[in-house]
């Protein structure tokens, strides 16, 4: 640009720095598709923020803050690029730690696909495990030695994910004909747990094996008009709530 406010040429500066970029990947696809349509774009202008690289976490930290107020990433992407918040970490490090979780737990959707080997969210795991420490007054890392111990737990008496994780049968079967790995039922297993935890604070595993005798099958009648409608879960409060309850009678039936 001259003194005339004129465009007269440009001029190509080399560099060594790595450039990444953290936010508007699909953007900057979309910017060179059009270039390559139409060359004379090259000589528009578009805004850019730099930022020093100081590592991946910070990366992520960035991600999750730049999309918490814009158009939101799914819940599961913030929690896994979220290090700030304390919680966030804790349910990352849950998810690693408990043996059914580890290797099945989709960390960047709310809805796993079809084809997918996962299976549960890593949102589902968040809301379940804040809902099973749920006014429990215990340090940090206690409450997370508690989540993973319980989910562990959890987790010896639900064949189907047994099965899953020893390769018996298929995720995508599970997610299709079950209901015991669903984000309403991981929920209403972390509402039980702290009703349990409450109330049998050093004796609670005992009651978690009576969980073998449940029968998660879709086609269930237990479920039927409350869980299912038409052969579809139903995803709602009352639904929530229904499984809720279900599961703490399961826990404390005499």
Same mark, same amino acid.
């Given at each position: 640009?001259?003194d005339?406010n004129?465009?007269?040429?440009?001029i190509?500066?080399?560099?060594s720095?790595r450039?990444?970029?953290?936010d508007g990947?699909?953007r900057?696809?979309?910017i060179?598709?059009?270039?390559?349509?139409?060359p004379?774009l @090259?000589?528009?202008?578009?805004?850019?923020?730099?930022y020093?690289?100081?590592?991946?976490?910070?990366?992520?930290?960035?991600?999750? $803050?730049?999309n918490?107020?814009?158009?939101?990433p799914?819940?599961?992407?913030?929690?896994?690029?979220?290090?700030?918040?304390?919680?966030?970490v804790?349910v990352?490090?849950v998810?690693?730690?408990?043996?059914?979780?580890?290797?099945?737990? $989709?960390?960047?959707?709310?809805?796993i696909?079809?084809?997918?080997?996962?299976?549960f969210?890593?949102s589902?795991?968040?809301?379940g495990?804040?809902?099973?420490?749920?006014?429990?007054n215990y340090?940090d890392?206690?409450?997370?030695?508690?989540?993973?111990?319980?989910?562990n737990?959890?987790?010896?008496?639900?064949?189907?994910?047994?099965?899953?994780?020893?390769?018996?049968?298929?995720?995508?079967?599970?997610?299709k004909?079950?209901?015991?790995?669903?984000g309403?039922?991981?929920?209403?297993?972390?509402y039980?747990?702290?009703?349990?935890?409450k109330k049998?604070?050093?004796?609670?595993?005992?009651f978690?094996?009576?969980?073998?005798?449940?029968d998660?099958?879709?086609?269930?009648?237990?479920?039927?008009?409350?869980?299912?409608?038409?052969?579809?879960?139903?995803?709602?409060?009352?639904t929530q709530?229904?499984l809720i309850?279900?599961i703490? @009678?399961?826990?404390f039936?005499?």
């Amino acid at each position: 640009i001259n003194d005339e406010n004129k465009y007269i040429g440009e001029i190509a500066i080399p560099m060594s720095a790595r450039f990444l970029i953290n936010d508007g990947q699909h953007r900057r696809a979309a910017i060179e598709a059009a270039l390559k349509k139409n060359p004379d774009l @090259k000589y528009e202008h578009i805004s850019v923020v730099f930022y020093h690289d100081l590592g991946l976490k910070r990366s992520q930290q960035m991600f999750s $803050d730049l999309n918490r107020f814009a158009i939101r990433p799914t819940k599961s992407l913030n929690i896994l690029y979220d290090n700030r918040d304390a919680f966030s970490v804790l349910v990352k490090e849950v998810s690693e730690k408990v043996e059914v979780f580890n290797g099945l737990v $989709d960390k960047e959707r709310t809805t796993i696909p079809n084809r997918s080997k996962a299976l549960f969210t890593l949102s589902a795991i968040y809301h379940g495990t804040a809902a099973l420490l749920k006014d429990l007054n215990y340090d940090d890392n206690h409450k997370k030695e508690l989540a993973i111990e319980y989910w562990n737990e959890i987790g010896k008496y639900i064949k189907e994910w047994q099965n899953v994780k020893a390769g018996i049968i298929k995720s995508s079967e599970v997610r299709k004909n079950y209901i015991c790995s669903l984000g309403i039922t991981i929920i209403a297993f972390g509402y039980a747990g702290n009703a349990l935890l409450k109330k049998y604070p050093n004796n609670w595993k005992k009651f978690v094996a009576k969980l073998a005798s449940v029968d998660w099958r879709k086609s269930n009648p237990q479920w039927e008009n409350t869980i299912v409608v038409n052969g579809s879960v139903v995803a709602s409060r009352a639904t929530q709530q229904t499984l809720i309850e279900y599961i703490q @009678k399961v826990f404390f039936a005499r």
